[in-house]
């Protein structure tokens, strides 16, 4: 495998190259894959990346269900390239009580829908990282800066944000003015991952 993405990244980088040695491993020994609860051990995020499509999760990772075909939109995810501790951010967290996101995602059509649903959502763990790593906040800037930014997060645990835009143009430009800004920041634009039946 060769890793391309931050170390400690809070968008599963780790758990992605375990689920393609899973596959691999699947593929060369003909046996099928084994189930999220099997895969669990080797991180909360490997079922999902095992998955391989959108899905909602819950619990600590094991739970795993379809939602509807996400609309077309765009990412550029944006990482300081400082390694942020995900014990350290759930120690600084204030309280892990808060209310889940609905038990139904709806069905999204364009992606300012998409935007409009997620600003209604959260990441808890977006205050106790930046507490921890505060360049957090600039990176969240950068991107909600840029022209067709329609909504900038964090990712997982951080230090990773991401912007969502509308088309692949805006997302592109965006990544290469943060990349010209911030030479030192690892910066990537993609397509916005679809659901799959």
Do not use: H, Y
Request: charged share 15%; with cysteine; proline share 8%.
């Amino acid at each position: 495998l060769e890793k391309v993405l931050p170390v400690s990244s809070g968008i599963g980088g780790g758990s992605a190259d375990a689920a393609a040695t899973l596959r691999l491993l699947a593929r060369l020994s003909g046996r099928a894959l084994p189930g999220a609860a099997e895969v669990l051990a080797l991180g909360a995020d490997v079922p999902v990346c095992l998955a391989g499509r959108a899905v909602r999760m819950t619990g600590i990772g094991e739970g795993l269900a379809a939602v509807p075909a996400l609309p077309q939109a765009w990412l550029v995810l944006v990482n300081p390239m400082v390694a942020v501790s995900t014990p350290a951010v759930f120690k600084a967290l204030a309280r892990a009580d808060n209310a889940p996101m609905p038990r139904e995602v709806p069905k999204l059509r364009g992606a300012a829908e998409l935007a409009a649903f997620l600003t209604m959502q959260r990441n808890d763990l977006e205050a106790p990282a930046m507490a921890v790593q505060p360049v957090i906040g600039r990176v969240k800037a950068a991107l909600s800066a840029q022209a067709g930014c329609m909504l900038a997060r964090m990712s997982g645990s951080g230090a990773t944000c991401f912007g969502l835009f509308a088309d692949p143009l805006a997302a592109s430009a965006a990544a290469r003015a943060i990349r010209a800004a911030e030479p030192g920041w690892w910066v990537a634009d993609a397509p916005v991952l679809q659901a799959q039946s």
